[in-house]
Structure formats: structure tokens, C-alpha cells
């Protein structure tokens, strides 16, 4: 027996093979201590003993206990709001400007492109190709261009550590620091990335969507439309390269920022290596080296100011969204938070928005007022029985551009039609005779309920003004042959009597008028409305429309009778979905009209029956001898009931009117200045602008007439064979101010 060559010490056997993926870590190590000590010790970044110390790690075992299992949050996806036809885009939020796309839905060219201009190899290797350390490794030691050698797959890696919004700051400038701990780290992600998704297709799909092309275009989507104004699957061989090329370097090659030299060069570099890979022939490259670039850029923008030009309206219904949707607690705990998942969440969202008639709203709302007036005309639509806003305009532009003046027109961005914190309203007149109204037939008094009244009428609500009758407030009737004498809630109505609803008001009691206008959606912005409303009995002169309020709660509020009494929020949005096409809960709660039957049937339909005695139509029993706004029936074409409104002194003229399928509100005033009187002949001009849009927004759609109001709700005996009639004539020695 042949002794130990060590005493004490028996013969080893044959030394075990080597597995490959020993060995290739070996080599690979030396690779990366070449490519490593080149770059740092070019950059004089990092001491060459520590670089050998991690080239090191990645011989030995310890290369296997490194994180593998990399984590792949969402990344940040433009949202896309839509009109109602779910086609027409609105505007887009983003904080990137990024919208994921499949592989399928991205050019052939364009994938070659990338491989052929960041990694030749892609579909050969792992996730880490050996081939090209040592190739670095060769070219960083003859002095070369240093290059680290990542692959496509790497480079998704760092791409996805960076933009890692759970990550900390640091953790993210981890991402890209030039160090050998870095670099092993991004490999052993990528090693284990590809054997878990074993589909090289998908790698490029992400890395094609999460990648920055410069220009604020993040994934080839952004960049297509940043560039050429297309979309990622009809790029052309020669747009494909140039945007393939952007990635080495996105603000240096970017042609839209920079002079077009460096990105035709980058370009052509691209075409070439596309040549290499086989992708194309020379001749093909060729040709497309032989055009211009044709850029056909478009601007990156977001948010509400990023409308069309040529539907700048659209920015006052995009501003009322943004609005109702930092409200919606389901989308965040905070409005910013809420506004944080538009920007990023990639949603899509259907609006309620219909564009021709915005587009006619708000063409109307400049006949009625120019642009550089300071007088507006805003204008709201509202559908009956959903709540869905249909428009939202005004005679301004939707615009931050300072105004020559300084003041709010012809450009601005305050919600004068939807109201805001900033904007309460104006004060709509004589259509709050409705509120009265509904709670006087709520609180069983009957559409014959009449009362005869004289201007001045002295009221039982206390004033210390000049004006007042013994300490009383005393209103009038603007027209006294017209508004004062007999009436009844059709006549009372459809004349808009001042001492007749005071009356009604009187009887039935203030307080139940000024909850009715909170139960269909009035709300009191102004700080003393708030106060007056909060404790309203004294509040004689409610009915007269004192309060501020905006289009739409009016609107919204006509609509109600229109929908038979079924009373619904606002709303801007009919679905949402997410980049997947996903409702999720809170999308499918949001986007479901929220609805309640605030009104008794009958009595909704009772009201509706007086608003046909004010537009020239007749109610369901019996007659009205005209009314205030009586051209409205010619020129809508069929069952139309509505309100009109005049402020005091005619500072501000306004008109509601509704159908069964549509209510819209009007309003002449001044938003800056309540002082500046618009006058009684603006009332014509907002009536014929709504009677407009009502006809032309209607047409095509069904004739639909108003359901007839009950004679139980009509009349005192409840029988219309037995209405109230007005008194006889009495003798009086003296004109008396009390009925």
C-alpha cells in the first residue's frame, strides 16, 4: 500500500468537475473586475481593492445568498379622461408620461431596434451575458470606451430599483450608483428574473414601457406620440431606431430639445447594428438612413390646461372632475392622495361630458357675452334621473395666461358654473319660487291654493330699513297690473308674483322652503347665506332668490322635478377602469349615480305643471294667461316646463328650463362685481340660448310629455269639476297692503 504524501492524511480522490455555473462565475468574475476597475478607475469612484473584494464575493458562494426574488411595483401610469362617446380624449394626468402597451401592440422594428441597439444578445443569454463582460473587459483594458456590459434585462432591473416609489431615497440613487455591489446585485435579479418569467417577449415588453426616451416621453408609448405623433405599433423602421437610440442618452439625443444631428447619428449607428443582427438587410438601412428624421412632435402635457385648443371649454368641465374627484373618499384618504392615483394610476375614465353640446354651450354662452366682457354667461346641462353632467360653460377661456386688466377675463380658471370655496355663485332670482312651492304642496297645500295680494305687501318679517311699513319688510311686484290681484300656484308661478309667494312662503313657513332647496343639492357657499340657511325663519326674502348659487345645483335641482322626484348628485363620470380594464369596488361605487326620491311623485309632477304656465304651454288642468318667458315653447318644440329670474334691480337675469330628458340653467352677471347690473333685456338673450341648446341637444330623441299631476294634488276639493275661484270683489275705502 503506497503511504500518504501527509502523514496522518489519507489520499484525496480525483478532484469533483467543476459545475458550470461555478466556473462561470469564475470567469465572470474576472470580467467584472475588469469592466468595474475600468469605469470606477476612469471615474476615480471607488478604491480598485474593494472592486476586486466584490468580484471576489461573486466567485464564491456568497454570490447565491444576494436578494433574487426582485419586487416589481406598478409603475406610474398616465390616466386618459374621455367625453361621453368614451373617444374623444379630454385631457390626460401624469406625473410620468407613461401608458403600458402589450408586445403586440408595439412594432416588430421597433423591438429589434432596442436589441440590436442595447444588447445583441438578448435572446441568447440568461439575463447576464458572459460574452459581453469579457468583451468590455477587452475593450476597458486596451483603453476603449469603458462600458458595463449590461443587458436588457439588467437595465429593466436598474430601471425598476430607481423608480421604486416604496423605496427610500437612497435606496433608489442605489439603483444607479457606478459600484461593483451594485452591479452584482442587478445581476443576480436578472439571473433569476429570467428563469421566473421564461419569456423573453415579456422582459422586452417591460423594459419597453418603463424605459425614459427623453422629451418627458417614459415607455415607447409617450415616446411614439412625443416624437411622431403616432402610436407604438405603426412605427416606421427609421422612427423605431431613433427612438431605439434615445435610451443611451435621452436629453443628449433628444431631436426635439437639441439640434438633430446627434439623433440622426444615433440613429444611423442603430440601423447599422440592425444589420448585424440580422434584423434587416442593407439595403434597408440604407433607405431609411437616407430620410430626414420627420419629426412630428407632441407636447407632454397634463391636467386641466392640457385641452385641445380648439375646445378650450372643455377645461371648465375638466376642472369641475378634478374637483368631484378629490372629493371621493374612496380613492385615498386625502384629496392629495386622491389626485396622486389619477396621475399615476393609468386609469381610463368615461366622462359624462357630451362634446358637441359643450362645444354649443359654450359657442352660446359668447353670443350671449364675448370673451373680453366682464359680464358672464355661464351655463350648466344636467341629464334627469342620473345626475350626469352633460356641460359646463362660460364666455371666459379656460387659461393661467395673465389678463391685460389683471382681473378674472378673458382668461381664468375659477369654477364660475359649478361653484367652488373661491366662487359661491349669483343670486338667481325668482327661481327659487320653486322651493316654496314644492314645500307648499309637500305640506298639502294644493296647486289651487290662491291668495290675493297688492304691491307693497307688508310681511310678517321684521325690517329697520327706510323702506319698511311699520318696521316690516314691504315688498312689490316689478309689473303691478301684471303680478298683483288673484293667483294661484299656476298663475303665481308662470307671472312670477313676488307678493303671492311671499304669501305662500308666510303660510307654509320659510324654514320648510330652505330645507327643501338643501334637499335638492342647494348649497349656501357664501358665509352669511350659510348663516341665513343654518336659521332661516326670518329670512322674508328667500323666495326672492337672494341667495348665491351656480348653474349646475340649479340645473340639478330642476332636473329633479323632470326625473319624477328622484333626486341625484351631480356627477362628471360614467365608468373607470384600470390599465388592465379592471372596475375595481370603488371605481364601480363612484361611477353609480347616487339617487334618492327627494319628492313625493305627485308633487315633483304638480311643480312641473306650473313650469308649463311660465314657458308658454298649459298645464294638465285648466289655463295660464301667459307668462314670463313664454317664446321658450316655440323655440324647444315640445313639453318644456322651467323658471325664469331676476335679481334685484335686474343685477343678474337667469332661466332655468327642463324637459323630461334634460335641464339646463343660465345666468347674465358679473362673477367680480354684483354691482355691475346686467339688465331685463339679458333675460331674452340666456332664454334664447337655452331654448337653443334644449332643441338642438334634443333632437333625434323621443318626444316625451310630463306625467300629469294627480287633481287630488291639484285642487283644494279634489275634483277639477270643483277649483278654487277667486273671491268676489269687496268694497274698500282705502288701498289695503295685507290679502
Request: with cysteine; net charge negative.
Given at each position: 500500500?503506497t503511504?500518504?504524501?501527509?502523514?496522518?492524511?489519507?489520499?484525496?480522490?480525483?478532484?469533483?468537475?467543476?459545475?458550470p455555473?461555478?466556473?462561470?462565475?469564475?470567469?465572470?468574475?474576472?470580467?467584472?473586475?475588469?469592466?468595474?476597475?475600468?469605469?470606477?478607475?476612469?471615474?476615480?469612484?471607488?478604491?480598485?481593492?474593494?472592486?476586486?473584494?466584490?468580484?471576489?464575493?461573486?466567485?464564491?458562494?456568497?454570490?447565491?445568498?444576494?436578494?433574487?426574488?426582485?419586487?416589481?411595483p406598478?409603475?406610474?401610469?398616465?390616466?386618459?379622461?374621455?367625453?361621453?362617446?368614451?373617444?374623444?380624449?379630454i385631457?390626460?394626468?401624469?406625473?410620468?408620461?407613461?401608458?403600458?402597451?402589450?408586445?403586440?401592440?408595439?412594432?416588430?422594428?421597433?423591438?429589434?431596434?432596442?436589441?440590436?441597439?442595447?444588447?445583441?444578445?438578448?435572446?441568447?443569454?440568461?439575463?447576464?451575458?458572459?460574452?459581453?463582460?469579457?468583451?468590455?473587459?477587452?475593450?476597458?483594458?486596451?483603453?476603449?470606451?469603458?462600458?458595463?456590459?449590461s443587458?436588457?434585462?439588467?437595465?429593466?432591473?436598474?430601471?425598476?430599483?430607481?423608480?421604486?416609489?416604496?423605496?427610500?431615497?437612497?435606496?433608489?440613487?442605489?439603483?444607479?450608483?457606478?459600484?461593483?455591489?451594485?452591479?452584482?446585485?442587478?445581476?443576480?435579479?436578472?439571473?433569476?428574473?429570467?428563469?421566473k418569467?421564461?419569456?423573453?417577449?415579456?422582459?422586452?415588453?417591460?423594459?419597453?414601457?418603463?424605459?425614459?426616451?427623453?422629451?418627458?416621453?417614459?415607455?415607447?408609448?409617450?415616446?411614439?406620440?412625443?416624437?411622431?405623433?403616432?402610436?407604438?405599433?405603426k412605427?416606421?423602421?427609421?422612427?423605431?431606431?431613433?427612438?431605439?437610440?434615445?435610451?443611451?442618452?435621452?436629453?443628449?439625443?433628444?431631436?426635439?430639445?437639441?439640434?438633430e444631428?446627434?439623433?440622426?447619428?444615433?440613429?444611423?449607428?442603430?440601423?447599422?447594428?440592425?444589420?448585424?443582427?440580422?434584423?434587416?438587410?442593407?439595403?434597408?438601412?440604407?433607405?431609411?438612413?437616407?430620410?430626414?428624421?420627420?419629426?412630428?412632435?407632441?407636447?407632454?402635457?397634463?391636467?386641466?390646461t392640457?385641452?385641445?385648443?380648439?375646445?378650450?371649454?372643455?377645461?371648465?368641465?375638466?376642472?369641475?372632475?378634478?374637483?368631484?374627484?378629490?372629493?371621493?373618499?374612496?380613492?385615498?384618504?386625502?384629496?392629495?392622495?386622491r389626485?396622486?392615483?389619477?396621475?399615476?394610476?393609468g386609469?381610463?375614465?368615461?366622462?359624462?361630458?357630451?362634446?358637441?353640446?359643450?362645444?354649443?354651450a359654450?359657442?352660446?354662452?359668447?353670443r350671449?357675452?364675448?370673451?373680453?366682457?366682464?359680464?358672464?354667461?355661464?351655463?350648466?346641462?344636467?341629464?334627469?334621473?342620473?345626475g350626469?353632467?352633460?356641460?359646463?360653460?362660460?364666455?371666459?377661456?379656460?387659461?393661467?395666461?395673465?389678463n391685460?386688466?389683471?382681473?378674472?377675463?378673458?382668461?381664468?380658471?375659477?369654477?364660475?358654473?359649478?361653484?367652488?370655496?373661491?366662487?359661491?355663485?349669483?343670486?338667481?332670482?325668482?327661481?327659487?319660487?320653486?322651493?316654496?312651492?314644492?314645500a307648499?304642496?309637500?305640506?298639502?297645500?294644493?296647486?289651487?291654493?290662491?291668495?290675493?295680494?297688492?304691491?307693497?305687501?307688508?310681511?310678517?318679517?321684521?325690517?329697520?330699513?327706510?323702506?319698511?311699513?311699520?318696521?316690516?319688510w314691504?315688498?312689490?311686484?316689478?309689473?303691478?297690473?301684471?303680478?298683483?290681484?288673484?293667483?294661484?300656484?299656476?298663475?303665481?308661478?308662470?307671472?312670477?308674483?313676488?307678493?303671492?309667494?311671499?304669501?305662500?312662503?308666510?303660510?307654509?313657513?320659510?324654514?320648510?322652503?330652505?330645507?327643501?332647496?338643501?334637499?335638492?343639492?342647494?348649497?349656501?357657499?357664501?358665509?352669511?347665506?350659510?348663516?341665513?340657511?343654518?336659521?332661516?325663519?326670518?329670512?322674508?326674502?328667500?323666495?326672492?332668490?337672494?341667495?348665491?348659487?351656480t348653474?349646475?345645483?340649479?340645473?340639478?335641482?330642476?332636473?329633479?322635478?323632470?326625473?319624477?322626484?328622484?333626486?341625484?348628485?351631480?356627477?362628471?363620470?360614467?365608468?373607470?377602469?384600470?390599465?388592465?380594464?379592471?372596475?375595481?369596488?370603488?371605481?364601480?361605487?363612484?361611477?353609480?349615480p347616487?339617487?334618492?326620491?327627494?319628492?313625493?311623485?305627485?308633487?315633483?309632477?304638480?311643480?312641473?305643471?306650473?313650469?308649463?304656465?311660465v314657458?308658454?304651454?298649459?298645464?294638465?288642468?285648466?289655463?295660464?294667461?301667459?307668462?314670463?318667458?313664454?317664446?321658450?315653447?316655440?323655440m324647444?318644440?315640445?313639453?318644456?316646463?322651467?323658471?325664469?329670474?331676476?335679481?334685484?334691480?335686474?343685477?343678474?337675469?337667469?332661466?332655468?328650463?327642463?324637459?323630461?330628458?334634460l335641464?339646463?340653467?343660465?345666468?347674465?352677471?358679473?362673477?367680480?362685481?354684483?354691482?355691475?347690473?346686467?339688465?331685463?333685456?339679458?333675460?331674452?338673450?340666456?332664454?334664447?340660448?337655452?331654448?337653443?341648446?334644449?332643441?338642438?341637444?334634443?333632437?333625434?330623441?323621443?318626444?316625451?310629455?310630463?306625467?300629469?299631476?294627480?287633481?287630488?294634488?291639484?285642487?283644494?276639493?279634489?275634483?277639477?269639476?270643483?277649483?278654487?275661484?277667486?273671491?268676489?270683489?269687496?268694497?274698500?275705502?282705502?288701498?289695503?297692503?295685507?290679502?
Amino acid at each position: 500500500m503506497t503511504a500518504p504524501l501527509v502523514p496522518g492524511a489519507e489520499k484525496a480522490g480525483p478532484a469533483a468537475p467543476r459545475s458550470p455555473l461555478a466556473v462561470g462565475r469564475k470567469l465572470l468574475a474576472l470580467a467584472l473586475l475588469g469592466v468595474i476597475v475600468g469605469g470606477v478607475v476612469a471615474g476615480a469612484a471607488l478604491p480598485v481593492s474593494a472592486t476586486a473584494g466584490m468580484a471576489a464575493k461573486l466567485a464564491g458562494d456568497s454570490f447565491e445568498d444576494l436578494p433574487s426574488d426582485l419586487q416589481v411595483p406598478p409603475t406610474p401610469q398616465a390616466s386618459y379622461i374621455y367625453a361621453n362617446d368614451g373617444k374623444t380624449q379630454i385631457t390626460q394626468f401624469w406625473e410620468e408620461n407613461r401608458t403600458d402597451v402589450g408586445i403586440d401592440d408595439i412594432a416588430p422594428v421597433m423591438k429589434d431596434a432596442i436589441v440590436a441597439a442595447e444588447d445583441t444578445r438578448f435572446y441568447e443569454h440568461g439575463g447576464m451575458d458572459l460574452k459581453g463582460l469579457l468583451r468590455a473587459f477587452v475593450s476597458n483594458s486596451r483603453g476603449g470606451e469603458v462600458s458595463g456590459a449590461s443587458t436588457l434585462t439588467m437595465q429593466y432591473v436598474r430601471n425598476v430599483l430607481k423608480n421604486d416609489e416604496s423605496a427610500t431615497e437612497a435606496e433608489r440613487d442605489a439603483a444607479t450608483e457606478v459600484s461593483t455591489g451594485r452591479k452584482l446585485q442587478e445581476i443576480r435579479y436578472a439571473i433569476t428574473l429570467e428563469k421566473k418569467l421564461k419569456d423573453k417577449d415579456e422582459i422586452l415588453r417591460r423594459y419597453l414601457n418603463i424605459a425614459f426616451f427623453g422629451n418627458k416621453a417614459y415607455g415607447v408609448s409617450a415616446a411614439a406620440r412625443a416624437y411622431f405623433s403616432t402610436t407604438p405599433d405603426k412605427l416606421t423602421l427609421g422612427q423605431a431606431a431613433m427612438i431605439a437610440g434615445l435610451v443611451k442618452s435621452p436629453y443628449a439625443y433628444d431631436p426635439v430639445n437639441n439640434p438633430e444631428d446627434q439623433a440622426v447619428g444615433r440613429r444611423n449607428y442603430v440601423l447599422n447594428a440592425m444589420v448585424g443582427t440580422g434584423a434587416i438587410t442593407r439595403e434597408e438601412a440604407d433607405k431609411a438612413i437616407a430620410e430626414p428624421l420627420n419629426l412630428k412632435p407632441t407636447a407632454a402635457t397634463s391636467n386641466c390646461t392640457a385641452v385641445p385648443r380648439t375646445h378650450n371649454s372643455w377645461g371648465f368641465f375638466c376642472d369641475y372632475f378634478l374637483s368631484w374627484w378629490k372629493q371621493q373618499e374612496e380613492f385615498g384618504p386625502t384629496p392629495e392622495d386622491r389626485e396622486e392615483l389619477l396621475k399615476k394610476g393609468g386609469l381610463r375614465i368615461v366622462t359624462s361630458m357630451d362634446p358637441r353640446m359643450q362645444d354649443q354651450a359654450a359657442a352660446e354662452s359668447v353670443r350671449i357675452y364675448d370673451h373680453d366682457d366682464p359680464k358672464a354667461a355661464p351655463l350648466a346641462a344636467v341629464e334627469p334621473g342620473t345626475g350626469k353632467v352633460k356641460a359646463l360653460a362660460i364666455n371666459r377661456y379656460f387659461s393661467i395666461e395673465p389678463n391685460p386688466g389683471g382681473g378674472n377675463y378673458p382668461n381664468t380658471v375659477n369654477q364660475f358654473i359649478a361653484g367652488s370655496d373661491d366662487s359661491a355663485g349669483y343670486q338667481f332670482g325668482s327661481t327659487f319660487k320653486l322651493f316654496v312651492l314644492l314645500a307648499a304642496l309637500e305640506n298639502g297645500f294644493p296647486l289651487d291654493t290662491g291668495y290675493t295680494t297688492k304691491s307693497p305687501f307688508k310681511t310678517i318679517y321684521p325690517d329697520g330699513s327706510a323702506t319698511a311699513c311699520g318696521g316690516f319688510w314691504c315688498p312689490s311686484n316689478a309689473d303691478k297690473t301684471y303680478q298683483d290681484g288673484y293667483q294661484n300656484m299656476w298663475t303665481g308661478f308662470g307671472k312670477s308674483s313676488n307678493t303671492y309667494f311671499i304669501k305662500l312662503q308666510q303660510e307654509v313657513g320659510v324654514t320648510k322652503a330652505v330645507e327643501m332647496a338643501k334637499r335638492l343639492g342647494i348649497q349656501f357657499r357664501n358665509q352669511q347665506d350659510a348663516a341665513l340657511a343654518a336659521k332661516p325663519s326670518g329670512w322674508g326674502a328667500f323666495t326672492l332668490g337672494v341667495s348665491a348659487t351656480t348653474p349646475l345645483d340649479m340645473a340639478n335641482a330642476y332636473a329633479t322635478l323632470a326625473a319624477d322626484g328622484k333626486f341625484c348628485k351631480p356627477t362628471p363620470v360614467v365608468s373607470i377602469t384600470d390599465s388592465t380594464g379592471t372596475v375595481s369596488d370603488a371605481a364601480a361605487k363612484v361611477a353609480q349615480p347616487e339617487c334618492t326620491q327627494a319628492l313625493d311623485k305627485d308633487v315633483a309632477r304638480a311643480a312641473a305643471d306650473a313650469g308649463r304656465c311660465v314657458v308658454g304651454q298649459q298645464p294638465t288642468y285648466g289655463s295660464c294667461p301667459g307668462g314670463t318667458s313664454t317664446e321658450l315653447s316655440g323655440m324647444v318644440g315640445r313639453p318644456v316646463s322651467g323658471k325664469s329670474g331676476s335679481s334685484d334691480n335686474y343685477a343678474t337675469e337667469s332661466f332655468i328650463a327642463f324637459t323630461p330628458q334634460l335641464a339646463i340653467a343660465g345666468i347674465a352677471a358679473n362673477p367680480d362685481n354684483p354691482t355691475d347690473i346686467v339688465g331685463l333685456a339679458a333675460q331674452d338673450q340666456v332664454i334664447r340660448s337655452i331654448g337653443t341648446l334644449l332643441h338642438d341637444a334634443l333632437a333625434g330623441q323621443p318626444v316625451r310629455d310630463f306625467p300629469a299631476p294627480s287633481e287630488k294634488i291639484s285642487f283644494k276639493s279634489g275634483s277639477a269639476a270643483s277649483p278654487q275661484l277667486p273671491p268676489a270683489p269687496k268694497s274698500s275705502k282705502s288701498p289695503s297692503t295685507e290679502d
